[in-house]
């Protein structure tokens, strides 16, 4: 029974980033692959082993608790020999559209309206591109939200 809780859990847990599809921001687009083994999935096993103390890593690691950081999108691949089925889940803005998913939803609680308040005042996501010798102001939650979630809505 436990061995079922566990997989039961870890499968879960891999499918936690669809809740997306039921929540302020925009739908994700489906990318599919088919075809000889192409689209690699990360795997992230150091190339050197050190050992060190929890105390040494965590003076090391200088990052809350609430600092998300985007890597890969998710995606999902079978492979068969050497041929490969693949499904790449694409968001708007990625890497903001993920980092800004993962706050809004382990960081903050209440409806749909209350957390994308909470998430944009203590995450806020607003960043400064220059173009043609200006310097523009972006906030990403405007660009990866519903338009009935955007700012000037709430």
Known sequence: MNYL??????IKYKLDFLRVLFSPFKPLKLKWYFGETAIRLPYFYPRKWVKISEEEAIDKVKWRDTDYRFEWSPRWSFVFFK???AVIFIAPEESHYWECWLYYSRETKGTPEERIKQAREEFPCIWNTHKADKEYEVCYWDRILKEKYKLSKI
């Open 83 to 85: 041929w490969q089925i």
């Open 5 to 10: 809780k566990l997989k039961y859990r870890n």
